[in-house]
């Protein structure tokens, strides 16, 4: 995701801002039109970006900023919200329940991830105790039933489709009745897609739903179509009535501002993310960690579902308590580092960690900066366990440094540029201090 970049956008606006010695209408201007232009750029659409700028202006006193209130917490504050308020139009339209047959059709363009996602979304019921089962009413794209044939053997769930049939709309109704008779209950049906949205494709839609009667359908959409997500989700939800939003690719270079704008095109909230091509690399969507990591704040809850993945259990609670207590040594670094190695894909994690993310390890480097990290954990290999447990830099002297670089066989200004690293970390995990982790990954509250 890119989401990194618009996170350091709006924090440099933001810094500016309080920077500036006075907070007049001028200087709000100025860092909110930073900060539309960054929401511009992650491809959220323009509508959206200025309705918000209007609210925040409006919620955003100026009194309370000239009184030297926390402007920089109070504008994040009311950027967040408004975010939040755009990301959440409420609860899906239907939500199955276990055990009830539900019938769930997918909708969205050719490539759009659509049949991927339904199997995905199957695999993610099944694991949970549902009986899933996926009926192909694909027919326009040659492979599109051996593809779901494929995906649904290899997650042992049931599916329905036909070589012959070039009926898209019988072979829907046939799939959906033979899955009731057999008491499952989460009948998929994967449509058609086109290139473009165009006639033929919505009026096959259309057909579709009327013949099975569907409880939700749900807008699978590509994350990184940019600025056309919010007219694609429109045209969609114009012909069936969309009641949820699934968006994929939100691995690759994927913005996130299109899901904004799909969400505010069709009214329904996105309820699932795709993050990579495998069946579980797939994400329940939670609107606050969405958007804490949209500004760059991080995803707390995601955070500490990592934590409790990779952490060894008994030294959990340890680095909790040195957390909140607002140290951060060399050696948590380390150990930071360490989990970070065995964590596997880099990018997946990273943008979850408080400044971890965008700087440290940019997307789509992941060998450099592994090497990187690598690279520096030899270096604190040289250091003295009492550097690795103080947090006082001055421990660091010239002499020490030298030694290091020696010992470590790098040259002082790497040595240099990983003390910078430890700094620029500690310096953000030091707002740590006293935190008692949020609730729902709420970082606003940081
Ligand atoms: P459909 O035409 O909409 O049914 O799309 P497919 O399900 O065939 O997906 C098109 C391509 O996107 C395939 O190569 C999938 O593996 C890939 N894909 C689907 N979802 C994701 C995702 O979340 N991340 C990534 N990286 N690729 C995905």
């Given amino acids: 995701m890119v989401l990194g970049q618009l996170g350091g956008s709006i924090s440099r606006a933001l810094q500016q801002m309080s920077n500036a010695t006075i907070i007049d209408e001028k200087a709000l201007n100025e860092c909110l039109n930073e900060i539309t232009r960054a929401l511009l750029q992650a491809d959220v659409q323009f509508k959206l970006v200025r309705d918000m700028q209007t ?15 926390n402007k920089r917490r109070i504008i994040q504050q009311a950027i967040f919200n408004e975010l939040c308020k755009m990301l ?7 939500t199955p329940k276990k055990g009830k047959t539900s019938i769930i059709m997918f909708v969205g363009l050719q490539g759009s991830g659509k049949t991927t996602t339904c199997t995905k979304y199957a695999y993610y019921h099944q694991k949970k105790g549902w009986k899933p089962a996926l009926v192909c009413a694909d027919t326009f794209r040659a492979g599109a039933f051996d593809q779901l044939k494929q995906n649904a053997t290899k997650a042992k769930i049931p599916f329905y489709g036909s070589y012959m049939e070039s009926d898209p709309v019988k072979i829907a109704a046939e799939g959906v009745e033979r899955f009731k008779k057999e008491n499952c209950d989460l009948i998929i049906v994967d449509t058609s897609g086109r290139h473009k949205q165009e006639a033929a494709l919505f009026e096959e839609m259309r057909q579709v739903s009327e013949a099975t009667k569907p409880d939700l359908i749900i807008f699978v959409m590509d994350g990184s179509i940019g600025q056309a997500a919010f007219d694609q989700a429109q045209a969609f939800k114009k012909i069936v009535s969309v009641g949820a939003v699934i968006v994929t690719k939100m691995d690759g270079h994927a913005k996130g501002g299109g899901a904004l704008s799909a969400v505010a095109a069709t009214k329904s909230p996105v309820i699932f993310l795709g993050t990579g091509e495998h069946m579980d690399e797939f994400e329940v969507f939670d609107v606050k960690p969405f958007v804490s990591r949209l500004l760059g704040m991080g995803d707390w809850s995601g955070f500490m579902d990592k934590i409790h993945e990779v952490v060894p259990m008994d030294q959990q609670p340890e680095l909790m308590q040195k957390l909140s207590e607002g140290h951060f040594t060399m050696r948590i670094m380390y150990e930071q580092f360490q989990n970070i190695l065995k964590m596997g894909p880099m990018g997946q994690v990273l943008s979850m960690l408080p400044g971890f993310s965008a ?6 480097h992941e060998k450099e900066s592994q090497a990187k990290v690598k690279r520096y954990m030899t270096m604190m290999d ?11 830099p001055k421990l660091m002297n010239e002499s020490r440094i030298m030694r290091i670089a020696r010992g470590s066989g790098r040259q002082v200004r790497d040595v240099m540029e990983m003390l910078e690293e430890y700094k620029r970390l500690a310096k953000i995990w030091g707002k740590m201090k006293g935190l008692k982790i949020p609730k729902g990954g709420d970082m606003s509250a940081l």
Avoid at 359 to 364: N, Q, R, S, T, W
Avoid at 382 to 392: A, F, H, Q, V
């Fill in 382 to 392: 040289s250091m003295t366990n009492e550097e690795l447990d103080s947090t006082n």
């Fill in 88 to 94: 959440d139009p409420g609860k899906p339209s239907f």
């Fill in 359 to 364: 700087e440290l390890m940019p997307k789509g």
């Fill in 55 to 69: 609210n925040i202006k409006k919620i955003v006193n100026l009194e309370d900023l000239a009184a030297g209130h």
